[in-house]
C-alpha cells in the first residue's frame, strides 16, 4: 500500500478580493418566471429544487413574469418604492449625522431596502418580527414615525430606549418589533418560543425570526430549526444573505452546504431562496411563507440572496477587503432601481415622478432629522437623565440599586 | 398541611401555579411524559395537557431561548435545565437576553420566566452534576437568584418565582429533594417526614423573594449561608456547642442585608458558608458587604468555608464538601480568634 497522501487544512476563499476583478459567476441567476411555485400545503420533500435555485418575479425589462406575480396593486407598489425610498434617504442623513459627531455609530441598509420593506406589507396585526440590526424596513414600512427612530440613534432626551441601546438597536412591541440585541442570533429562537406560545394560546399570530449569512452559524440558528421543525411553530425563519459578514464572504458560515436555504432541508422545513433585490418576489415569497405559518403548516425558511452594497457599519471599510466596485457587478442589480423601472414599465410612474418623490422624500427625513435633533444628540443638548440608568434592570428598584444610585446622586 | 418532600413540594407549586394561572406551561429535558428525571414535574402532563407541559430536544439554549420568546408573548414559562451543569449553553440566553430585555427595550419587552436547576454535591454526581453556579448569575444584572433549602421555602418560593415580573434563577440543591442532608454521608437518611419544615401547606401561599430566615438565634457568631449548608450549619452548631446565629439566605439576589448586618452587629463574628468553590464565590460579596456594614462591630477577621477550588471531584466528594467537621473547625478557630 502506498503512503496517503498528507492530509490538507481547508479554508475557503472568497472569488475576489481587493485589487482582483469582482466575479460573482459563482451566483447562477436563474430566468425570471421560471421557478414553480407550489401551493402552500405542498410537501416539503416535493419543493427540495427551490432551496437551491432562486425565485424571480422581475425580468430584466421589468416586466412581472411567472407564477410569481403578486397580486400587488400600482398604489401599493409606488407605497413600497416610498418605503425603500425614504429608508435610503434616512440611511444618508444618518450615515452622516455619524460623520458629524452627532452619533457613535450607524448601519445602513443599501442594496437590502426590499427584503424589510416588502416583508413587512406581507405581515399582519399582531405577528411579530424578531429582527436583526438591518431591517428597519419593517419599521418604516409601517410607517412608525421618524423622529423616534432618530432620538433612538442620537440617545437623546427622547429615545424611548432611554439612552441604553447602541443606534438602532430599536423595540417596539406596537409594531410588531422585538427589541434588537446586538448579540447574534439570540433573536431567532426566541422568535420560534414566540410562534410556540401563539400556537400554545390558540391564537393566530406568527412570528418572524431574522438572522444573516454569517450568523447563521451560531448554534441558536440550529436549535431554533429544531424547535421550529420539533413543534411546528408558525415562525418564517429568514436568512438575509447579503454576501458579507462585515470582512468575511458568506462561504465561511455556508461551508459545504450549497445554499443556506438548504440548511433547512435536513428538518423537513420547506426551504426557498429568493431574489432579494426584487421587491414583488420578495413579497410574494413572504406572502406564501406567513400563510403556511398562519394556516398551522408550520415553519418555512426563506434566503434572500441580495448583496450589501454599502459597509457594514460605520466602522469598517469595505475596500479594505472585497473589490472597490464589486456591487457595480452583482448580477440582481438595486431594489429601488428595479421597482422604479417596472413601475415606469406598466405605465404606473415616470422618471419625472420619481425625482420629485425622492426630493420630496429627502425634505421629509430632513425635517424629522431637524425635529430629533431639537431633543438632542449623542454630546449635544438634551440627554436621557442619568436616573434612568437604573431604571428597568427589575419591575421595581431593588434595595442595592437603590443605594448605588444614590451613591451618584440622583 | 401535608408532610411533602422537597421534590412533593416543587410540584405542588408548579401545580398550584397551572392550576391558577393558564400561561403558567412547563417544559425541559424529560419534563413532560416522564415528569422529570428527579420526578418534580411528574403528572402535570396528564393533568394539564402537552400544550402546558412538554418534553423538549437535548438543547438547553433552545429550551431558554423559546422560554424567553414565550415570555415575550405573555406566558409564564418555568422550564427545567436538566442540572444546574448543563446550563452554560443556555448562558448567552440567559445573561444577554433574559436578564436585559426589560432594561434594552426600556419596558417595551419583558421577561417573566423561572429556570430551575438542580445543583450541588452529594449524589456521587461527579463534576458534571455537582457544580453550584449561583455566582454565575448573581454576577448577571437583571436576574434574580433564589436557593431554598427546604420544602416549606421551595413551594412557597418558587410560587413568588413563577408570579415575579423578572426572570428567576431557581436553584435546587438536589441532595435535598428527599431529606434534610447534614453533611454526615455516613450517617442513615433522615426523611422530610421527620422535619418541622417538611410540612407544608397544601394550596397557594407565597415566600417573598429577598427575605431571609433565621433559622437558629444566636449570640456568638453568625453563620450566613442557603441551600444545602443550612442543614450543615445547624448539626455543626450542635456538636461544637458554639451559640450561632443561622442565617438562611433563601434569595441571594436580593439580598437581604438588612438581617445579615442586624445579626453581624450582634454576634461581632461571622462565617460564610457555601458548597460552591472559594475565588470570585457568592461568599466573596457576603464578606466585602458584611466588612463593608459591620466593621466596627467585627471581632474577628470573616472566614469563608467553602468547596475547594477544584471541579467537584467523583471519589473524593467528601473532601471536597464542606462538610460539618470542616465548619466545626472554622466555628472553634473565629471563637478564639481575638
Known amino acids: ?56 418575479v422581475l425580468d430584466r425589462e421589468g416586466e412581472a413574469v411567472g407564477p410569481w406575480v403578486p397580486e400587488l396593486s400600482k ?87 432611554k439612552g441604553r441601546q447602541l443606534p438602532v438597536m430599536y423595540s417596539s412591541k406596537e409594531n410588531g418589533f422585538f427589541s434588537i440585541s446586538g448579540n447574534l442570533t439570540t433573536q431567532y429562537i426566541q422568535a420560534v418560543g414566540w410562534a410556540m406560545a401563539s400556537a400554545i ?7 418572524a425570526a431574522w438572522v444573516g449569512d454569517g450568523s447563521t452559524a451560531e448554534s441558536d440558528f440550529h436549535a431554533a430549526l429544531v424547535f421550529a421543525s420539533t413543534y411546528k411553530a408558525p415562525v418564517v425563519l429568514n436568512v438575509v444573505n447579503n454576501q458579507w459578514a462585515i470582512s468575511t464572504f458568506q462561504g465561511i458560515a455556508r461551508g459545504g452546504s450549497g445554499t443556506f436555504a438548504a440548511r433547512g432541508l435536513g428538518f423537513g422545513i420547506p426551504a426557498l431562496r429568493v431574489d432579494g433585490n426584487d421587491y414583488l418576489a420578495t413579497y410574494a415569497v413572504a406572502q406564501w411563507a406567513i400563510e403556511r405559518a398562519r394556516r398551522n403548516l408550520g415553519p418555512t425558511l426563506v434566503e434572500y440572496v441580495t448583496y450589501r452594497a454599502g459597509a457594514h457599519s460605520t466602522s469598517d471599510d469595505p475596500s479594505a477587503y472585497r473589490p472597490k466596485h464589486e456591487s457595480d457587478d452583482w448580477p440582481l442589480g438595486d431594489p429601488i432601481v428595479r421597482l422604479k423601472q417596472h413601475l415606469i414599465a406598466i405605465g404606473a410612474w415616470t422618471e419625472e415622478r420619481h425625482k420629485q418623490a425622492e426630493a420630496e422624500i429627502m425634505a421629509t427625513v430632513i425635517a424629522a432629522q431637524k425635529e430629533a435633533e431639537s431633543f ?10 442619568s436616573r434612568d440608568m437604573f431604571e428597568d434592570v427589575y419591575a421595581e428598584l431593588p434595595p442595592h440599586l437603590r443605594r448605588q444610585r444614590q451613591q451618584i446622586g440622583v | 398541611m401535608a408532610r411533602m418532600t422537597m421534590i412533593e413540594a416543587i410540584r405542588s407549586a408548579l401545580d398550584v401555579s397551572m392550576g391558577r394561572d393558564d400561561n403558567v406551561v412547563v417544559y425541559g429535558e424529560d419534563v413532560g411524559y416522564f415528569g422529570g428525571v428527579f420526578r418534580c414535574t411528574h403528572g402535570l402532563q396528564q393533568k394539564y395537557g402537552v400544550n402546558r407541559c412538554f418534553d423538549a430536544p437535548i438543547s438547553e439554549l433552545g429550551i431558554v431561548g423559546t422560554a424567553i420568546g414565550m415570555a415575550a408573548y405573555g406566558l409564564r414559562p418555568c422550564v427545567e435545565i436538566q442540572f ?20 434594552r427595550s426600556a419596558g417595551d419587552f419583558t421577561c417573566p420566566m423561572v429556570i430551575r436547576m438542580p445543583t ?58 428527599n431529606g434534610p442532608f447534614d453533611g454526615h454521608h455516613d450517617r442513615p437518611v ?48 450542635e456538636e461544637t456547642g458554639i451559640d450561632a446565629e443561622i442565617i438562611d439566605l433563601r434569595t441571594l439576589l436580593p439580598l437581604d442585608l438588612d438581617t445579615i448586618v442586624a445579626s453581624v452587629s450582634k454576634t ?61 473547625r472554622a466555628l472553634r478557630d473565629i471563637m478564639e480568634a481575638r
Open chain 1, 75 to 161: 398604489d401599493e407598489l409606488i407605497r413600497g418604492l416610498r418605503h425603500m425610498l425614504t429608508l435610503r434617504a434616512f440611511d444618508a442623513r444618518m450615515q452622516m449625522a455619524q460623520r458629524q459627531g452627532k452619533t457613535s455609530f450607524y448601519m445602513q441598509h443599501t442594496g437590502e431596502e426590499a427584503v424589510s420593506c416588502a416583508f413587512r406589507i406581507a405581515l399582519g396585526k399582531g405577528d411579530m418580527n424578531f429582527p436583526t440590526y438591518r431591517q428597519a424596513g419593517l419599521l418604516i414600512a409601517h410607517d412608525y414615525p421618524l423622529v423616534e427612530m432618530m432620538c433612538q440613534i442620537y440617545s437623546n432626551e427622547r429615545d424611548p430606549m
Open chain 1, 376 to 385: 438632542g444628540t449623542l454630546h449635544a443638548g438634551g440627554k436621557p437623565s
Open chain 2, 190 to 237: 433522615t426523611p422530610w417526614s421527620k422535619h418541622e419544615l417538611g410540612e407544608v401547606e397544601e394550596g397557594h401561599y407565597t415566600i417573598p423573594l429577598g427575605k431571609a430566615a433565621i433559622r437558629r438565634e444566636g449570640s456568638a457568631v453568625t453563620i450566613v449561608t442557603y441551600g444545602t449548608m443550612v442543614h450543615v450549619a445547624q448539626v455543626a452548631t
Open chain 2, 120 to 177: 450541588g454535591g452529594g449524589i456521587f454526581g461527579g463534576q458534571t452534576h455537582s457544580q453550584s453556579p449561583e455566582a454565575l448569575f448573581t454576577h448577571v444584572s437583571g436576574l434574580k437568584t433564589v436557593v431554598p433549602s427546604n420544602p416549606r421555602d421551595a413551594k412557597g418560593l418558587l410560587i413568588s418565582a413563577i408570579e415575579d415580573p423578572d426572570p428567576v434563577i431557581f436553584l435546587e440543591p438536589k441532595r435535598l429533594y
Open chain 2, 84 to 103: 444546574a451543569d448543563y446550563m452554560y449553553p443556555a448562558y448567552d440566553q440567559i445573561v444577554s437576553e433574559a436578564a436585559r430585555l426589560r432594561y
Open chain 1, 201 to 207: 394560546k390558540g391564537d393566530n399570530k406568527i412570528a
Open chain 2, 268 to 328: 461581632g463574628r461571622c462565617i460564610v458558608l457555601h458548597e460552591a468553590t472559594l475565588t470570585s464565590g457568592f461568599g466573596a460579596e457576603l464578606a466585602a458587604l458584611i466588612q463593608q456594614h459591620c466593621f466596627y462591630h467585627l471581632e474577628a477577621p470573616i472566614m469563608r468555608v467553602t468547596g475547594w477550588d477544584t471541579p467537584y471531584p467523583h471519589a473524593q466528594e467528601w473532601d471536597y464538601f464542606p462538610g460539618p467537621a470542616r465548619l466545626g
Open chain 1, 1 to 56: 500500500m502506498t503512503d496517503p497522501s498528507p492530509l490538507r487544512f481547508h479554508v475557503p476563499v472568497p472569488a475576489s478580493r481587493p485589487g482582483e476583478k469582482p466575479d460573482f459567476s459563482h451566483v447562477v441567476i436563474p430566468k425570471a418566471g421560471s421557478v414553480q411555485r407550489p401551493p402552500v400545503d405542498v410537501d416539503p420533500k416535493e419543493i427540495r429544487d427551490l432551496a437551491y435555485s432562486i425565485i424571480r
